[in-house]
């Protein structure tokens, strides 16, 4: 069913109603009157299949969004008629003091902004509120007015005789007051940023109180276009000399913009409403017409008697606000007659929807949208009935562009991963020249270094020191490095998991059991799954990530960012057990030295770093250490400061305050800011908070092994090699699952990607690492989904404001592999970097852990679905998938995936069963496909993603609704058996040969819509329709 204009009336305190602007279908059916002002031209069809359904001679009678989509369909063979970015400014003729002259009210790019009362500021940008009288009074005075399109001027007085020479001929101007309205029209405009320059307030009065004065030359100002006729030809330049345009407004302006000025006045000599609509054939820079230096195209000139200055002014932003409509403003370039303009009108009075009377306060200024819809719909004609397209294909197409499908050759998959993305490997350096990759390198080095150090201590303990802090630095160097430079996705950041914690803790227990080598066993583990990943990649085995879906990844991604949540908290708290608040007595005190004549008590009110200082002696068991009694208090202090900081500082882009250079800066850096405030603040308190440890030395932390270890050893049997095979397996199912889940995090549609993915290159790539950390005797590092979220996140690009009101849109992402280089060769150094490094405070680090598990929540929809649960109907945001699905339906699917998630926690969380993680993450995906028989094929669409082979299904859930649908008819209107016992309805006014004996329509309708259904499937519904 089409969509509808809806004519919704505003009325309070005698104002007329207001309307906005929402797109319709609906044709008005008034009758537009043609002029003779304008000649004519035949149009030439364009390409568009619309343009050959009806002609010239029937352009009156057809809708106004047809008549539109025709003009602008049609072939535009000079450039006098390509349509430009407009900037719009209504001027009013004013008296201020002795002089008459035209003052800026109003300008619009694409929201309106206002002079607010007082005349020495703009008004912020809103949407443009119109009154319903003044958008019709505009259209009569585009039928009756003069229309002159195509004006041969120079400059501004050349067009005010032509206006007036125009309004004679027409009958519309009495000669007689010719010349008044040419100096009317020739008056001095002075625009807001003259005015704010001034000491005082403007005194401004209506021309109604100027009836008893005299318009005579010799009290005009004359306009610089005016003056500028002494030198013919010479108004830019003189509007460069005289007229000092708003220079720095004029940043706001698009680039190639013309002007359209708005002129609405009433005068004491006139006794009927004047008007004109020009447009100039040529853009040309009308003195200080214009606020800003740019040439002027649209010229609408609205003079009349006193008595009218509030309508006028209503009509002259309802113009105003028509041009800066992104459909009327393209009809007024390529117009050809005054019908044109007028059909241009009648399609945005298709388009508004007025507000009611009485429940809206027409005061109320709109804040712009965050996101303008397209107005492409309005400007193409109704596309004709696509052919069905076969749905399997298509996906199978969408799944070839990702590199998502089987080749069916060895390694095709990976060479055309190369070939995606050789292309664009010179770029990914060169586009990350930016200050935001800067700020993404310092955040992320600190934000891996942490926990890569904190893996190597737990390391540490798991594997007898085989591997520490110093082997996690040494491999996120090298599998850094090696990622950044060759993968398929460099945004994607390697990191240690807790899985592989897991994983080597299980394999060196059953080595010391059976007393062999660890190192040695461990590196054919490698081995078999560096091999194993290879041959993964030979056979395509990363199409079956088409398989993970929003539901699996978003369970992942929300129990990633919990558990990081979960351990910032923890660390603090830990940090409170092993420094308690309450200490007891602290046996320690300062005394005066030996030999003063001070007593004790002179010394006592110093405390342990003070004591020294002032030549006392410590005395007492615990002096050896500074009182720790302020370190849990001072770390929750320093953890909850990070974090605050950062989340303020991030959203500062959108803040109110500073340059928008400024604010960019300053929420790209928001996390560095932090963690340096922060650190200052620690050390200014002199708190003796836990530090950062990092190693100072570049060797293994065993001084028994080396960097390369021996492939055999003599407690390892000879057979050992080849068994290490059925733990590797376990291994690259690990590997695997937490690899391509990020991955398919990182590349989601949403993050609006356009290099291209690279699953297969990828795995190649991990594969090779892997096999190098193990013949290091290094950990084995994979895709972090945190700190890649973060990454991304970090990267993001937004559109520059130029148009005042303008919210910034996403556009992407900056992809490039710079910042995943610096990150891990920082990393690589950090040993050299242990001086400054050790004066950062563990709780500050815990803070932006804190921050960016809470951050990479943002935009999880299955986040978004379980705060939901917890709030009223009322107060639920205007998601769009609360529209579409019953919400109890919503309810049911965030259940079952909170109930999944939970699972997982469990399994995670205990020794015993976090090593069948990655397996967990199959089954999600093995209860997601369940799931396609509760839910229907458009709600799983909605709330997640299109598992492959889900053609039959969407032809079932077609069929089930055509049965509720046929069902429901023949309850209403039980006529007529087919002979093969369907029933047929019978809408009212239905044609019986139409619908022909035997139920041809009913068989017809089912036929068709089962004709990707399996003839089963047909049966089943046949005899549920029988019953």
């Known amino acids: 069913m089409p969509q509808q204009a809806q004519l919704k009336h505003i009325h309070g305190h005698g104002r007329l109603p207001r309307v906005i602007a929402t797109d319709s279908s609906r044709p008005w059916t008034m009758n537009s009157s043609s002029g003779d002002d304008e000649a004519p031209k035949d149009p030439r069809t364009g390409g568009e299949d619309f343009t050959q359904q009806f002609t010239e001679n029937d352009f009156e009678v057809t809708p106004p969004a047809q008549r539109v989509q025709f003009i602008l369909g049609e072939d535009v063979d000079d450039g006098t008629h390509v349509s430009h970015p407009l900037f719009s400014e209504m001027g009013m003729l004013v008296k201020e003091g002795d002089e008459i002259e035209w003052k800026e009210t109003a300008r619009w790019i694409k929201f309106e902004e206002d002079v607010e009362e007082g005349g020495n500021r703009w008004s912020k940008p809103h949407v443009a509120t119109l009154s319903l009288h003044s958008l019709f009074e505009l259209r009569r005075l585009l039928v009756n007015g003069?229309?002159?399109?195509?004006?041969?001027?120079?400059?501004?007085?050349?067009?005010?005789?032509?206006?007036?020479d125009h309004m004679v001929s027409a009958g519309t101007l009495p000669s007689g007051v010719k010349d008044k309205v040419k100096d009317a029209l020739l008056r001095r405009h002075r625009h807001q940023h003259e005015y704010a320059k001034k000491t005082r307030l403007p005194i401004i009065r209506s021309l109604a109180d100027m009836r008893n004065h005299s318009s005579s030359k010799k009290d005009m100002v004359k306009s610089p276009s005016n003056q500028s006729m002494a030198r013919p030809g010479s108004g830019t330049e003189l509007s460069e000399q005289q007229h000092k345009g708003n220079t720095h407004f004029m940043r706001k302006i698009p680039p190639g913009a013309e002007a359209s000025n708005i002129l609405v006045g009433e005068v004491d000599f006139l006794e009927r409403t004047l008007s004109c609509f020009i447009r100039l054939s040529q853009a040309v820079v009308l003195g200080d017409l214009t606020e800003v230096p740019v040439p002027t195209r649209f010229v609408f000139i609205l003079l009349g008697p006193p008595g009218s200055q509030s309508n006028f002014h209503e009509i002259g932003r309802a113009m105003a606000t028509l041009m800066s409509d992104e459909i009327f403003h393209?009809?007024?370039?390529?117009?050809?007659?005054?019908?044109?303009?007028?059909?241009?009108?009648?399609?945005?009075?298709?388009?508004?929807?007025?507000?009611?009377?009485?429940?809206?306060?027409?005061?109320?200024?709109?804040?712009?949208?965050?996101?303008?819809?397209?107005?492409?719909?309005?400007?193409?004609?109704?596309?004709?009935?696509?052919?069905?397209?076969?749905?399997?294909?298509?996906?199978?197409?969408?799944?070839?562009?990702?590199?998502?499908?089987?080749?069916?050759?060895?390694?095709?998959?990976?060479?055309?991963?190369?070939?995606?993305?050789?292309?664009?490997?010179?770029?990914?350096?060169?586009?990350?020249?930016?200050?935001?990759?800067?700020?993404?390198?310092?955040?992320?080095?600190?934000?891996?270094?942490?926990?890569?150090?904190?893996?190597?201590?737990?390391?540490?303990?798991?594997?007898?020191?085989?591997?520490?802090?110093?082997?996690?630095?040494?491999?996120?160097?090298?599998?850094?490095?090696?990622?950044?430079?060759?993968?398929?996705?460099?945004?994607?950041?390697?990191?240690?998991?807790?899985?592989?914690?897991?994983?080597?803790?299980?394999?060196?227990?059953?080595?010391?059991?059976?007393?062999?080598?660890?190192?040695t066993f461990r590196f054919w583990i490698g081995m078999w799954v560096a091999g194993i990943c290879i041959v993964l990649t030979a056979i395509d085995a990363s199409a079956l990530v088409c398989y993970i879906t929003r539901f699996t990844e978003e369970n992942f991604a929300t129990l990633i960012a919990f558990i990081f949540i979960y351990k910032a908290i923890e660390n603090v708290v830990v940090i409170g057990k092993n420094f308690p608040v309450n200490q007891g007595v602290y046996n320690c005190v300062c005394t005066p030295p030996i030999g003063s004549n001070a007593s004790v008590i002179d010394y006592a009110m110093y405390n342990w770093d003070s004591c020294e200082s002032h030549n006392g002696i410590l005395v007492g068991g615990g002096c050896g250490t500074p009182p720790t009694e302020n370190v849990f208090l001072m770390s929750v202090v320093l953890c909850a400061g990070t974090f605050l900081i950062s989340t303020v500082l991030k959203e500062f882009k959108n803040a109110l305050f500073f340059p928008s250079i400024?604010?960019?800066?300053?929420?790209?850096?928001?996390?560095?800011?932090?963690?340096?405030?922060?650190?200052?603040?620690?050390?200014?308190?002199?708190?003796?908070?836990?530090?950062?440890?990092?190693?100072?030395?570049?060797?293994?932390?065993?001084?028994?092994?080396?960097?390369?270890?021996?492939?055999?050893?003599?407690?390892?049997?000879?057979?050992?090699?080849?068994?290490?095979?059925?733990?590797?397996?376990?291994?690259?199912?690990?590997?695997?699952?937490?690899?391509?889940?990020?991955?398919?995090?990182?590349?989601?549609?949403?993050?609006?990607?356009?290099?291209?993915?690279?699953?297969?290159?990828?795995?190649?790539?991990?594969?090779?690492?892997?096999?190098?950390?193990?013949?290091?005797?290094?950990?084995?590092?994979?895709?972090?989904?945190?700190?890649?979220?973060?990454?991304?996140?970090?990267?993001?690009?937004?559109?520059?404001?130029?148009?005042?009101?303008?919210?910034?849109?996403?556009?992407?992402?900056?992809?490039q592999r710079v910042?995943?280089?610096?990150?891990?060769?920082?990393?690589?150094?950090?040993?050299?970097?242990?001086?400054?490094?050790?004066?950062?405070?563990?709780?500050?680090?815990?803070?932006?852990?804190?921050?960016?598990?809470?951050?990479?929540?943002?935009?999880?929809?299955?986040?978004?679905?379980?705060?939901?649960?917890?709030?009223?109907?009322?107060?639920?945001?205007?998601?769009?998938?609360?529209?579409?699905?019953?919400?109890?339906?919503?309810?049911?699917?965030?259940?079952?995936?909170?109930?999944?998630?939970?699972?997982?926690?469990?399994?995670?969380?205990?020794?015993?069963?976090?090593?069948?993680?990655?397996?967990?993450?199959?089954?999600?995906?093995?209860?997601?496909?369940?799931?396609?028989?509760?839910?229907?094929?458009?709600?799983?669409?909605?709330?997640?993603?299109?598992?492959?082979?889900?053609?039959?299904?969407?032809?079932?859930?077609?069929?089930?609704?055509?049965?509720?649908?046929?069902?429901?008819?023949?309850?209403?209107?039980?006529?007529?058996?087919?002979?093969?016992?369907?029933?047929?309805?019978?809408?009212?006014?239905?044609?019986?040969?139409?619908?022909?004996?035997?139920?041809?329509?009913?068989?017809?309708l089912i036929s068709c819509t089962t004709s990707n259904a399996n003839e089963k499937e047909f049966e089943a519904q046949s005899s549920l329709l029988k019953k």
């Open 146 to 164: 003069s229309v002159m399109l195509d004006m041969e001027a120079q400059n501004l007085e050349v067009m005010a005789d032509l206006v007036c």
């Open 330 to 519: 393209e009809v007024a370039y390529r117009a050809r007659k005054r019908d044109h303009l007028l059909s241009g009108v009648d399609e945005f009075l298709d388009a508004v929807t007025v507000l009611p009377p009485g429940e809206w306060d027409p005061t109320i200024r709109i804040e712009p949208p965050a996101a303008i819809p397209s107005q492409e719909v309005r400007k193409r004609p109704p596309e004709l009935p696509k052919e069905e397209v076969d749905e399997e294909e298509e996906e199978a197409r969408l799944r070839e562009e990702n590199g998502l499908s089987r080749t069916g050759r060895l390694f095709g998959g990976l060479i055309n991963d190369i070939k995606r993305k050789a292309p664009w490997y010179i770029s990914d350096y060169k586009d990350a020249l930016s200050m935001q990759c800067v700020a993404s390198w310092i955040f992320l080095y600190f934000a891996c270094l942490s926990p890569i150090i904190t893996f190597g201590g737990l390391l540490a303990e798991a594997t007898g020191k085989h591997m520490a802090a110093m082997e996690s630095l040494v491999s996120g160097f090298v599998c850094g490095m090696g990622y950044g430079f060759f993968s398929g996705q460099p945004l994607t950041i390697l990191g240690s998991t807790g899985p592989v914690l897991v994983f080597e803790s299980i394999i060196y227990e059953f080595c010391q059991r059976m007393g062999w080598e660890y190192m």
């Open 662 to 815: 400024v604010r960019q800066y300053i929420s790209d850096f928001s996390v560095l800011i932090a963690i340096f405030a922060m650190s200052f603040f620690d050390y200014s308190m002199g708190v003796p908070t836990q530090k950062l440890e990092v190693p100072n030395e570049l060797k293994p932390t065993l001084s028994t092994r080396g960097w390369l270890i021996p492939p055999f050893a003599e407690k390892n049997p000879w057979w050992s090699p080849i068994i290490a095979v059925f733990p590797a397996l376990l291994g690259t199912i690990l590997i695997f699952m937490d690899q391509q889940i990020t991955a398919v995090i990182v590349n989601r549609k949403e993050n609006k990607l356009k290099k291209g993915c690279g699953y297969h290159l990828d795995l190649f790539i991990l594969s090779i690492l892997i096999a190098i950390c193990s013949m290091m005797g290094l950990p084995w590092f994979v895709a972090a989904t945190v700190l890649s979220i973060n990454h991304v996140n970090s990267l993001k690009l937004e559109s520059e404001c130029s148009a005042p009101g303008e919210k910034p849109q996403f556009l992407g992402v900056r992809e």
């Open 819 to 1004: 910042t995943h280089i610096l990150i891990f060769l920082t990393i690589g150094v950090s040993v050299l970097l242990t001086p400054l490094l050790g004066n950062i405070p563990m709780p500050v680090l815990f803070g932006v852990f804190l921050y960016m598990g809470v951050a990479s929540l943002k935009g999880l929809q299955f986040f978004d679905r379980i705060l939901i649960m917890f709030m009223p109907a009322k107060y639920q945001p205007d998601y769009m998938f609360l529209r579409q699905v019953p919400i109890k339906r919503v309810h049911l699917f965030t259940m079952i995936q909170l109930a999944c998630l939970i699972i997982l926690w469990l399994i995670k969380s205990f020794s015993q069963t976090s090593i069948l993680f990655p397996l967990m993450l199959v089954v999600m995906i093995g209860i997601r496909k369940a799931l396609d028989l509760v839910f229907t094929r458009r709600e799983l669409k909605i709330l997640d993603d299109i598992m492959p082979e889900m053609t039959k299904r969407a032809a079932a859930d077609d069929l089930h609704k055509l049965d509720a649908e046929v069902g429901l008819l023949a309850r209403i209107f039980p006529w007529g058996k087919g002979s093969r016992g369907r029933v047929v309805t019978k809408p009212s006014g239905l044609d019986d040969g139409v619908v022909g004996s035997g139920g041809a329509v009913g068989a017809g």
